[in-house]
């Protein structure tokens, strides 16, 4: 992954320190959440992790989850939000707002005191994890994806009547919007100290203005609010303890092209140290809503060649292709950006995420009347149905509210007709 990441320059002084005692100590105490004085039982929580506290506004309500709640709607992995694992073998993690459609800069934020101030000049690591949650309610998806969300040291604790200042200054964030909602995104980088900090934050510091946003296109979707996980906060002098190392790896020749009336990726890398695994992402925007498709093993060599055969594309459609880089199981950074097409005119759709949780988001192609799409249970009973018109291309059914297990997915269209078979998790 190419690290998304912001920090400002900050000034270099000379100094004599204690660099020998810090060295591979994680300055951040209870990093992960996982001490805590209860189990939590509804939102705004955050105070039962030990240590941490609330550093947002009165109104805001960041989150506390703990596998300790499992039937409270705050444990994990599953709680009333969403679906996700902690980091790493961890149980717990945080959730906070990032944005949001109806309120203008509401923000929620966490915060804690650093177990030591911040030597000045002294060099220091950061870094944190973050993965988008979806958040679907009865049936709908308030969630969309943003970006900006990151650390802020500063000098003295924010308090909900003293808030953590809006004012589009931090140490470390996301540049990019992050969208994923599985996999946790490592954030990291570095600074030189130019004041002995002795308080960490984590939110959107960013006003609506300099915060970007994508907005969901489905019948279900609202756009209401960005929510964010994060989980394994660092702060060291030592680079390994918050994972920010050298390069992992070289990616050269990245290269796309239409085979076969197929799609085929190639790629060849170098020095892969610490590399995991290659996944295959595909957007039909350039820049945005980038999905899994593949994953490919990495083979751990000096010098590889990798490639990829894209069946389930359509025909008349630009496909947008990117190489996330996955160092030790983590997203680490991306490759460049590349685009294919096919041409042709029969009927085609490309379902993404499939098997699903409940949201299935459909491709159409080559729609020259209005088709009727249904979805079918096991037992031939219709649990979906929508009548699609020939400008809409891209739409997503909601089965959220059904149970798991196969389902069909039924195209007809002027004497076109395609079977698909969902399989719901």
Known sequence: MKKSYYFYPILILLTISSKGLQAQTNLVPNYSFETFSSCPNGED???????????????????????????????????A??????????????????????????????????????????KYFISFNTVMAE??????LVGMPSNNIGIRLSNIPY???SPAPIDNFVHLRSIDVINDSINWIHISGSIIANSAYQYLSIGNFFNDQNTDTIHYSCGSCTNAASYYLVDDICVSTDSATCNVGILPVLLRDFNVSVVDKK?????????????TAYKIQR????????????????????????????????????????????ENGLINRYSEIKKAGIIGDKLEVSIIKNPTSGLI?????????????????TLGQIVKQQIVNVNDRQLRLNILNHPKG????????????IIRRIIKL
């Open 159 to 161: 308090t909900p009547t």
């Open 406 to 417: 196969n389902y069909w997915l039924i195209i007809e269209s002027n004497k076109e007709k």
């Open 45 to 79: 929580q955050v105070q039962k992790a030990t240590g941490w506290s609330k550093y947002s506004q009165n109104i805001s309500t960041p989150d506390y989850y703990n596998a300790c709640a499992p039937s409270t709607g705050f444990g994990v992995p599953k709680n």
């Open 81 to 122: 939000l969403c679906f996700q694992q902690a980091y790493g073998n961890g149980n717990a993690y945080m959730g906070v707002v990032t944005y949001a459609s109806t309120i203008v800069n509401y923000r929620e934020h966490i915060g804690i005191q650093l177990t030591q101030p911040l030597i000045i000049g002294q």
């Open 361 to 377: 988001d459909l491709y159409l192609n080559n729609l020259k009347k209005a088709a009727q799409i249904k979805v079918i249970n």
């Open 283 to 326: 957007s039909t925007t350039p820049n945005h809503n980038f999905t899994d498709i593949a994953a490919i093993p990495a083979n751990k060599n000096t010098n590889n060649d990798y490639s990829f055969i894209d069946v389930a594309v359509l025909h008349n459609l630009n496909y947008y292709y990117r190489i996330a880089i996955l």
């Open 263 to 275: 799609i085929k990726l190639y790629w060849h890398t170098e020095e892969e140290i610490n590399i």
């Open 135 to 140: 958040l679907n309610f009865n049936g709908s």
